[in-house]
């Protein structure tokens, strides 16, 4: 099946990856050969843009640039580490709620809509504040932890219709056991819109990071792209005159959104025929 | 003959309508049920999360005294410390006892949540609610106006897809549904706060005003709120829009409305009647989908804006690892979304006949 702005959004996502990846090396490479950018004071801070510093350097004395390339890889890897948490508890539990029927169902659904309503930037900011070291993984593993409860409550209900076709009947006689059944008939035709929750989930994630950073109580220290928006927001830099120091990181963060987006886009139509023939009937 | 018949159609008809009527009527007392039942469940998990995590609050606190005094640590005024406050805040009981007694104080005591540490002794509930107006106001005022304008907007450009402009507010809306609330926020401040200074941006009014019932103090009020209230519009408004627009076109392709023009009537009225009606019903449900995430948002716009909300109270009630206020802030916000998602349940069959008869 061909579907533009899938293809169109993994572009997208593939590019930045590769920027991500390469972009620090290469720019270490090619505009400060033998020297370290990303230390700090290796420069004059709130230098201007110019050719040796193409969005000039920050408050550390440190290349604007430079910080910007390497600030995307943990970005992206938080979305990542966190939206696969956030999704995989959230398939297990939304399955089990969806594949059992009657009381285990009722528990695990008033379950989900507890945690639903809890508000989570506030127990995130406290644990913000208790946790002393804040490293990549800790910080994914939380957000992911808090969010798989959107999760199950979408996935269970679709479970509970595909439960219901014939075709699970008829495995069910032909004797194959719960997990059989889980893996072979249920999980197969899900998979499209479990992809398309991952990528809500890492939107999520990575929204939420960037908000704990910008309101200033996230895990200080982690360069990610939230972190370099924060700072340049507390430098002042667009006073300075250095914009590309926050809009750069800004349109990073809704470029990966946009791209995220348009695949989302894309599978929502891949998996909900409806709203191929209403756009085709029109 | 006839007549006998036609009383007995009205007698019949009056009849359903009473059913009809106490169906809605158990509805709502079913929903009201699951409401306090959730409200409940959901406190409970709040105050267990809160005394899940690790690390003594009271250590914190101790180490943030310790450090703004500069002094040598007491060992035995410390242990004093510690054990003056833990006794206030009843963290010596064991944690059963505790969601008892928190439970019980603020059920039957008047919702007596404990003193704060913010602005000690005062009352954590007179805090929360003296704090309470300015998040639900811009709240409120934004989701509402930003849910207006963007069925509005949405309704007009599915009703006139094909038109060249409604494919540039498609577009548009795409963006700004995708950008962080926060980041529109920070947009706002620098550009129309800082580089233009069309609108203040910070605080909830001028700094030399006192709050009276003066013009210039109200306007100083509304300017002050205008830049928060937008960045939240500016965000969900596009995502009403988006919505609005799926389910106008959804409906667009349904036999009635051909019916409706097939009678001649004016593509207004099958606009206002025929297909705005129609599409509005999940637009409401999407509102209560997304209470919870906005206020959220709006507590971060909040600490940007310096404005004197929840959202602000929170991060000074973290800094000091006020547990009270904390707890009394997360308590709140769960009230208020099972609420206001409560209110638009129960106007739901109001607004849709389908719905009152068949629940």
Do not use: C
């Amino acid at each position: 099946m061909r579907n533009t702005s899938i293809v169109v959004g993994i572009f997208m996502l593939i590019l930045i990856v590769i920027v991500a990846l390469a972009g620090p090396s290469v720019v270490n490479s090619l505009i400060f050969p033998g020297e370290r950018p990303l230390m700090r004071g290796s420069y004059r801070p709130y230098q201007l843009d110019s050719p040796e510093h193409p969005i000039g350097t920050d408050g550390d004395g440190r290349d604007g640039l430079s910080v910007f390339v390497s600030s995307i890889g943990p970005s992206l890897q938080i979305g990542i580490i966190a939206g696969a948490t956030a999704t995989s508890l959230g398939v297990i539990i939304g399955f089990v709620a969806g594949y059992a029927k009657g009381r285990l169902d009722t528990l695990l659904r008033i379950l989900i809509d507890m945690v639903l309503v809890i508000p989570t930037l506030p127990l995130l900011l406290m644990l913000a504040a208790y946790i002393e070291r804040w490293d990549l993984y800790k910080l994914s593993l939380i957000l992911g932890i808090f969010g798989w409860s959107f999760v199950a409550r979408v996935i269970r209900p679709q479970v509970q219709s595909l439960r219901e076709r014939s075709y699970v009947d008829l495995a069910v006689l032909s004797g194959e056991n719960a997990l059989e059944i889980t893996f072979l008939e249920l999980l197969p035709p899900l998979l499209p819109y479990i992809g398309y929750v991952f990528s809500l989930s890492i939107v999520g994630s990575m929204l939420a990071e960037a908000g704990l950073q910008i309101i200033g109580l996230g895990a200080g220290g982690l360069p990610t792209l939230g972190f370099m928006i924060a700072k340049g927001f507390r430098e002042s830099v667009i006073a300075i005159g250095l914009l590309g120091q926050m809009l750069l990181p800004a349109g990073a963060l809704i470029y990966v959104f946009l791209a995220l987006n348009l695949i989302n886009t894309g599978l929502d139509e891949v998996f909900n025929p409806r709203l191929q023939t209403t756009v085709e009937g029109e | 003959m006839t007549a006998n018949i036609d009383a007995r159609a009205d007698e019949s008809a009056t009849e359903r309508q009473d059913a009809g009527r106490r169906e809605v009527f158990q509805y709502a007392i079913r929903r009201f049920g699951v409401y306090l039942f959730t409200l409940w469940a959901a406190i409970t998990v709040a105050f267990f999360i809160f005394r899940l995590v690790p690390g003594d609050p009271m250590n914190i606190l101790l180490g943030n005294l310790t450090r703004a005094e500069g002094r040598q640590r007491d060992a035995a005024a410390e242990e004093a410390i510690i054990a003056h406050y833990r006794e206030i805040f009843g963290m010596d009981d064991p944690l059963p006892l505790q969601y008892v007694n928190y439970l019980r104080k603020a059920v039957l005591g008047g919702l007596d949540l404990g003193p704060s540490f913010v602005e000690y002794p005062a009352q954590t509930k007179d805090l929360v609610f003296r704090r309470m107006p300015w998040t639900l106001g811009i709240f409120t005022t934004s989701v509402f106006l930003a849910w207006l304008i963007g069925t509005g907007l949405g309704a007009l450009i599915g009703w006139m897809q094909r038109h060249g402009l409604s494919q540039l507010a498609v577009i548009l809306s795409t963006l700004l549904q995708i950008t962080p609330q926060y980041l529109v926020a920070l947009g706002l401040i620098i550009y129309a706060g800082y580089t233009l200074r069309i609108l203040p941006a910070g605080g909830p009014y001028a700094r030399h005003l006192q709050p009276e019932w003066s013009w210039e103090f109200i306007s100083s009020l509304i300017q002050h709120a205008i830049l928060p209230m937008l960045s939240n519009m500016i965000v969900i408004g596009a995502g009403f829009t988006l919505g609005m627009r799926a389910l106008m076109i959804s409906v667009l392709g349904e036999d009635y409305l051909t019916f409706a023009r097939a009678k001649g009537l004016s593509p207004f009225t099958v606009l206002k009647d025929y297909a705005f009606r129609n599409a509005l019903i999940p637009q409401v449900t999407g509102l209560a989908i997304i209470i919870g995430a906005t206020l959220n948002g709006t507590f971060i716009i909040e600490i940007l804006f310096q404005y004197p909300g929840l959202g602000t109270l929170f991060v000074q009630a973290m800094g000091l690892r006020d547990f009270n206020t904390m707890q009394a802030i997360v308590l709140f916000s769960i009230f208020a979304v099972l609420t206001l998602t409560l209110i638009v349940d129960l106007a739901l069959p109001l607004l849709d006949p389908r719905i009152r008869r068949v629940a």
